[in-house]
């Protein structure tokens, strides 16, 4: 995934990576709709047995899709600093959607404080997901 940020800065390429980069996130998205449905896993925030965990995130389309999203997210981030310093570029999409976010001082703040509680909830969800599984199946 990481030769896609050196080939968006071809600008023939763009598309295609923004595409690769989507593709990827639903192929993972599809894996673990798939993965849950088929072995009949509860839910995706209680694991039940070490064979969900090694199912869902260690096999490679798992956790593909959220690298992917944090590729894009920093694509746009990147396109939206270098508008700020050129005013040809304040056309692209991605400058107008963050402009967009962060044209008012409250819709700023609730993105950021939605972004912040959802972080928070992503790193301490690990501890309070392996509740019915044994301390020497954890790994």
Not at 32 to 54: E, V
Not at 114 to 126: A, E, K, N, Q, T
Not at 132 to 138: C, D, K, N, Q, T
Request: aromatic share 18%.
């Amino acid at each position: 995934m990481m030769p896609s940020v050196f080939i968006y800065h071809k600008k023939t390429k763009r598309w295609a990576v923004l595409i690769y980069l989507s593709i990827l996130m639903l192929i993972s998205i599809t894996y673990i709709f798939w993965c849950s449905i088929s072995y009949g896993f509860s839910s995706m925030l209680t694991i039940t047995n070490n064979q969900m965990f090694d199912q869902l995130f260690r096999r490679p389309f798992g956790p593909v899709g959220y690298y992917a999203l944090g590729i894009m997210i920093s694509i746009f981030y990147f396109e939206y600093s270098q508008a700020i310093s050129n005013r040809d570029l304040r056309k692209r999409k991605s400058y107008i959607f963050l402009h967009y976010i962060g044209k008012t001082k409250t819709r700023c703040f609730t993105i950021q404080l939605i972004g912040s509680l959802i972080l928070l909830f992503v790193v301490f969800i690990r501890y309070s997901s392996f509740k019915g599984v044994p301390l020497s199946e954890v790994n």
